[in-house]
């Protein structure tokens, strides 16, 4: 099992990668269309809506996160 300090570095590294700027460039775009009310047909839609919201911002904060949280051990 990997130590909280190894899973930090790893998050490092993978926030230095192109794939990683890339992704976060997607997400973001996906995170605009998404609150979009305009798309928002009934309740069942707004409930979905908020499930992507919830998990597109978990995504596009992680880097944030994780900076805080070194910063917090520190």
């Known amino acids: 099992m990997k130590t909280r300090e190894q899973v ?4 490092f590294e993978l926030f230095e990668t192109d794939g990683w700027k890339d992704l976060m460039d997607e997400l973001t775009y996906m995170e605009d269309m998404v609150k979009n009310i305009d798309t928002i047909q009934d309740e069942r839609d707004l409930w979905h809506a908020k499930g992507q919201l919830q998990t597109l911002g978990f995504l596009l904060s992680l880097e ?8 917090q051990s520190e």
Request: aromatic residues 0%; hydrophobic residues 35%; proline residues 0%.
């Open 8 to 11: 930090l570095k790893d998050r």
């Open 64 to 71: 944030s996160a994780t900076k805080l949280e070194v910063e």
